[in-house]
Structures are given as C-alpha cells and as structure tokens.
C-alpha cells in the first residue's frame, strides 16, 4: 500500500501536478488536475494507457460543469437528475482542458461522482479532477483502496481511502447528438434507470471507422487466469442452452486443472451442476443484479487465484445484467459460441 492522505493532503499532492487515488461509487480512480497537461500525461504513463483513449473529467456538480462545457438541455436534465451518480457526458468543453484529456482534441466526458471523499474532494480543487479507473490498462477495475494499490502505488503520492465501491461497475458513457442520445458505454446507470425517467438511448451504431468511445474497443478487465466466455448464452431458449452447455462441458472435459465457475446470479437450472469437477462462484448470492456488479472486479482477483480456468456464465441482458455482461465479454481471453464443434 502506498500513503493514506486525507482530503487536504490529496487536494494539495494534485495541485503541485502529481497523482493520487481516489474513491468514487463505481470504481477507484487514478486521479491528476485535468487542466494541468503535464500530470495527465503522467497518467498514461503510468497505467500504460493508448494516447487515443480520452479520460473522464470529474466535476463536483452541474455549476462546475458549465465552467467548463458547453451544457445542451438534454445534458442538464440528465445531470440535473442523475448527479452525483454513475452517469458520464459527452460534451463541447470550453478551451480549459488540454486536449491531452481527450485522446487529442474534441469532446471531453465529464460526470460527479456520487461518493462524500471524491466529492469533497473536488471541492478542496478549484480545478477538475482527470481520472481513469485506476488499472493498468487492460486490467480489472479496482473496487477497494488495497486493489488500487496494488496496481498503481508506483506512480502515486496517496490514496484516499473511502471503502468498498457501492456499484462496482464503471459509469455509463452517453451523448447527445443530432441522431439521439448515444450510449456509448454500458455501466452503473441502467438504460431502465433511463427510460423511467424519460429518456430514451440510442446504441452506437458503428458500421465504419473508429467508435466514439475509443476504450470499448480494448480487450479489457482481464482477470490472472484466462476466462471463457459464452457468446450469445442470453438469446438462447432453454433447450438451446442446455445444447450449448453440453457442448461447453464437452470442451471443458479436455480442459486440465481447476475450473472456476463464475455466475452472476445463482444458476436456475439443475443441469449446471452436471459439470465436471469444478467450483461454483455466485457474485450475488441474493439474486440481486447490483450485489453482483458490486462484487464482480474483487471476485475476479479472489477466484483467478484459485482457478487455472474461469467459465463466465452471463446476466440476464436486462439493467444492470447488460454491463456486468460487456463487463464479463470484454475481460474474456476465449469465446465459445452455441455452433462451435
Ligand atoms: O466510473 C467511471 O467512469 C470511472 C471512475 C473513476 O469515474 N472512470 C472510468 O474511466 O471508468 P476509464 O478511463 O477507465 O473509462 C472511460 C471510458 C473509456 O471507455 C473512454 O473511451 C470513454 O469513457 N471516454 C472518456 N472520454 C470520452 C470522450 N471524450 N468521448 C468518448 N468516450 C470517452
Ligand atoms: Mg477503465
């Protein structure tokens, strides 16, 4: 572990250009003074990150926001409703922040986070705060200050302790744009959440050229041990994916050592347990969606360890199934699919 600051102390270490760790309700962060170049380097630096991938700007709220972007209506009424909280914008920024932020000009994300540290935290800065998960890049997100850590102390001042992350998962990424409002990354707010308050989103539809979200390109989250994932398990019927799992312990039976299986939810059926010798590793014991994204970035560290092959069963692609989901493909090193032989 590195040094433990408090707020004060981590407000003055990101003053002077240098970085620290901070909490936030989704994950922890990898934080530098978003208007001062030189520090945000020294993020991609550290986390080993593409110079292509922009970082998300963390503001203490809305009058923060419009010092720094130019805010549409439809912006401000999904901040004015969801901050603090999981949800990250898309906007035209004002000129302050260097284009380092975003990946080299253009449009820069910006959210609040819903966490009493991280917020106090922006208050002690009289500037925005740059700040990716704090992973190398390619890695699991961090939910604990220790997993922070032990990933990144080398290039930190401190961190600021602030608990286990509430929601688990990374912020969801929208703009608004002449086409609707873009959904640009999965996370902590659900498209539900959306909905019930009036607003409808548009996935991106990417026939060519580079997505606007650059890291949804990036093989990612990658657990210590090689992780298969089921491609397309959640459009399947019942019989097909009893076909499938037959085809899936089929392979597995060639598959030495020991087999993690990682579900989610706890398994419906009966036939999951006609696997060969394995463990079973529920996320969310209670059946409840946010108790499994809460635990799934520690639950990949806690069972790699013990596992020479982790099997990911899917969430049901509905709220917060659907991020744990493109959590769990994009952390894969394999895919099956129902037609493999
Ligand atoms: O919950 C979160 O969002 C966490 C905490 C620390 O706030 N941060 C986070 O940052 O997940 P990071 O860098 O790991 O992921 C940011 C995602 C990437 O997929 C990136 O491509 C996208 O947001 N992103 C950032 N700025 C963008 C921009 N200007 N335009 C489009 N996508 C952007
Ligand atoms: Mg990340």
């Not at 901040?79 to 898309?90: E, I, K, M, N, R």
């Not at 086409?179 to 498209?191: A, H, Y």
């Not at 994204?293 to 806690?302: D, I, N």
């Not at 790699?304 to 899917?314: F, G, K, N, Q």
């Amino acid at each position: 572990m590195s040094l433990e600051l408090s707020v004060a102390e981590a407000a003055a270490v990101l003053r002077r250009g240098q970085l620290a760790l901070i909490p936030t309700e989704t994950v922890y962060g990898l934080a530098a003074n978003a208007l001062d170049a030189q520090a945000v380097a020294s993020i991609f630096e550290a986390k080993g990150r593409p110079h292509f991938n922009p970082i998300i700007c963390h503001v203490s709220g809305l009058d923060a926001l419009h010092r720094y972007a130019r805010v549409d209506a439809l912006s401000a009424a999904l901040a004015d409703q969801f901050w603090p909280g999981p949800l990250s914008l898309v906007l035209e920024q004002r000129g302050a922040i260097p284009p380092i932020v975003s990946g080299g000009g253009g449009p820069v994300a910006f959210r609040a986070p819903d966490h009493p540290q991280a917020l106090a935290l922006l208050h002690a800065c009289d500037f925005p705060l740059a700040a990716p998960s704090a992973n190398l890049s390619g890695r699991r997100s961090p939910t604990t200050a220790a997993m922070a850590c032990a990933q990144l102390s080398f290039a930190v001042a401190g961190f600021l302790e602030g608990g286990p992350c509430r929601v688990g998962l990374e912020s969801t990424v929208l703009q608004s744009t002449p086409e609707g409002l873009l959904l640009l990354r999965e996370g902590g707010l659900t498209r539900e959440e959306l909905q019930a308050a009036g607003f409808e989103v548009v996935t991106e539809v990417r026939e060519s050229g580079a997505p606007r979200s650059p890291g949804q390109l990036l093989q990612h989250y990658a657990p210590d041990a090689p992780l298969l994932w089921l491609e397309g398990w959640t459009k399947l019927n019942a019989k097909q994916r009893e076909d499938f799992w037959r085809l899936t312990i089929a392979k597995l039976g060639h598959a030495p050592g020991r087999i993690v299986l990682l579900s989610p939810l706890p398994p419906e059926a009966q036939w999951l347990q006609s696997m060969p010798p394995h463990r079973l590793a529920v996320l969310a014991p209670s059946g409840n969606l946010r108790e499994a994204a809460a635990a799934l970035f520690s639950a990949f560290e806690e069972w790699a360890s013990e596992a020479d092959l982790l099997v990911a069963l899917p969430a049901p692609e509905a709220g917060l199934g659907r991020a744990i989901n493109d959590r769990l493909r994009r952390a894969a090193s394999a895919r099956l699919h129902p037609d493999s032989n």
